[in-house]
């Protein structure tokens, strides 16, 4: 069972940055497709982010687009969300997730970590 957990969330003000982290010890990283979700507080759970296999291939969420980076060190099995100039509405519990598969999908990847928080106000 691959288990991962997330690291690096925390409160920030407006403007500022955060670098999440998401790591499975012991497992073959790149096998797997990792993305990053979020869940803010009386809202559905959205992609933010998704990295390929190998790196190559990276999807941002428009509403992240040019602030946040997704990033992936296969020999250390860590996948990174770097976030910068944080809005108020990227509060949200944080979730990697991992998949056998090519794609990343809100309700389908196979592995999930437990998330997470990062907390934008003034």
């Known amino acids: 069972q691959l288990q991962l957990v997330e690291s690096g969330g925390g409160f920030v003000q407006p403007g500022g940055s955060l670098r999440l982290s998401c790591a499975a010890p012991?497992?073959?990283?790149?096998?797997?497709?990792i993305g990053w979700f979020r869940q803010a507080p009386g809202k559905e759970r959205e992609g933010v982010s998704c990295?390929?296999?190998?790196?190559?291939?990276?999807k941002y969420a428009d509403s992240v687009k040019g602030r946040f980076t997704i990033s992936r060190d296969n020999a250390k099995n860590t996948v990174y969300l770097e976030m910068n100039y944080l809005k108020p509405e990227d509060t949200a519990v944080y979730f990697c997730?991992?998949?056998?598969?090519?794609?990343?999908?809100?309700?389908?990847?196979?592995?999930w970590g437990k998330g997470t928080l990062v907390t934008v106000s003034s």
């Open positions: 990295i390929s296999k190998s790196g190559g291939v990276r």
């Open positions: 997730a991992a998949d056998n598969g090519f794609e990343c999908s809100n309700y389908g990847m196979k592995y």
């Open positions: 012991g497992f073959t990283w790149g096998y797997y497709t």
